[in-house]
């Protein structure tokens, strides 16, 4: 009954959001003659913090509508190349820009949208032909579409890859690094032609043995039946995927929130503070709170099979690095990579996919060339730094790009 008692206090809620989106323009507007009273601003101030803290289940815009490609200013389409019942392969297309290397990005599918790649993506848009794996919301895929497990999971990519075609590159951050892993290692051993050339692995959990973090010691804290019978809820019916089993993206959500309360809790207060001053050295600390917490509130919910079995296999059993994952009957073995360059990347303070837990997929693929591999950690950064931010543009973006067109 979680899920549908998360709902009726969403519904509840419901009236109060629409009616302080409703009021803010009239209170804001230029002509309201008390707009510059003390206790509008508050008021004021106070609708907008409510309204940012609203959980939505609607993926936000990707946002990128151009990039610069050797000086000039290309303008960027979305094209949905494919479209499967949990996944879209979404393309971002550049217009009359020139032939560039074919990459496939694997987003997470961890209670948020792919748009947490924004910036990734936007960053690998000026050297390559960029594609995502645009996960959709578990409770808008309807039950006729079947399951969606780990296999499901890694299948998706290697028929995502056979649309791209030969000759194109994966790009795997956190979580699907494994799945990643796997389908290379398929394709390889069926000497399937659209094997990517290279794979990029970034701050994902291959072997999570290694340097265990606190996530890693909290999934095996209790038996996987446990993560069964507390965190699994089923879709209520009014939604698209009704009866469906799902771990929620607002239980995704509150897990987040708490692991770090007091800086979530002092980022509204500085928001809120923010605005009732009014002050225009502020407005960019305000903007950058308000997109952080409208991507960060976007909550999409992971089938329940795929959750329970990353879980248990990937944080509990670590199938992959004994030796023990399987495909549809067929043991995972990555020593039968061996055409595919694979860079692995981590981060020196990542508290989720600690120091060695990535690069336990080098020594897995035992049967790959030394000038095939690269690893690399950058110093300073946690998880979200390996894919985003100044060091990921400045640092890893060009090591990951010398990668991709060596491999060319």
């Known amino acids: 009954m979680m899920y549908q008692a998360y709902q009726a206090h ?74 499967a019942p949990f996944a879209t392969l979404l393309r971002f297309r550049k217009v009359g820009a020139p032939t560039q290397p074919r990459v496939l990005i694997v987003a997470p599918m961890s209670g948020h949208f792919a748009t947490l790649l924004r910036d990734t993506v936007r960053t690998m848009l000026a050297d390559h032909d960029v594609y995502i794996t645009d996960w959709h919301n578990a409770r808008d895929v309807p039950l006729s579409a079947g399951r969606f497990g780990l296999e499901e999971y890694t299948q998706y990519l290697i028929d995502f890859l056979g649309v791209l075609g030969p000759g194109a590159h994966l790009m795997a951050i956190c979580q699907p690094c494994v ?58 019916w009014r939604f698209a995927g009704g009866g469906r089993r799902v771990y929620p993206g607002f239980m995704q959500l509150t897990a987040f929130v708490n692991m770090n309360k007091e800086r979530h809790m002092t980022a509204f207060r500085e928001y809120y503070k923010n605005l009732v001053l009014a002050d225009a050295e502020k407005t960019g600390d305000i903007e950058h ?54 860079l692995t990347v981590e981060g020196e303070r990542d508290d989720i996919c600690a120091v060695g837990q990535t690069l336990a997929a080098q020594d897995l693929s035992s049967k790959l060339r030394p000038y095939l591999r690269t690893h690399y950690v950058q110093p300073g950064v946690g998880h979200y730094g390996v894919f985003s931010g100044s060091r990921w543009k400045r640092h890893i973006y060009p090591m990951v790009r010398d990668v991709i067109h060596s491999a060319e």
């Open 179 to 236: 799945s990643a892993l796997s389908a290379v290692a398929l394709m390889s051993e069926d000497n399937d032609p659209a094997t990517p050339a290279s794979l990029t692995l970034m701050a994902g959990p291959i072997d999570c043995r290694i340097n265990p973090t606190a996530v890693n010691d909290l999934a095996v804290t209790k038996p996987i039946e446990w993560f069964e019978q507390n965190l699994v809820c089923t879709v209520p």
């Open 289 to 342: 709170t308000r997109k952080f917490y409208e991507e960060y509130f976007a909550v999409s919910d992971l089938p329940a099979d795929f959750y329970l079995e990353t879980v248990r296999l990937v944080f509990q059993e670590y199938a992959l690095p004994k030796g023990e994952l399987m495909f549809r009957g067929r043991r995972i073995d990555p020593s039968a990579i061996r055409r595919t360059a694979l």
């Open 10 to 83: 969403a519904d509840l809620m419901w009236p109060l959001r629409t009616m302080a989106k409703a009021a803010l323009p009239v209170l804001q507007h230029p002509d309201n003659p008390w707009s510059a009273l003390d206790g509008q601003r508050k008021l004021v101030a106070a609708l907008h913090t409510l309204t940012l803290s609203e959980v939505t289940h609607k993926r936000p815009p990707f946002g990128i509508d151009g990039i610069e490609v050797d000086g000039k200013f290309v303008e960027v389409i979305e094209e949905a190349t494919h479209v």
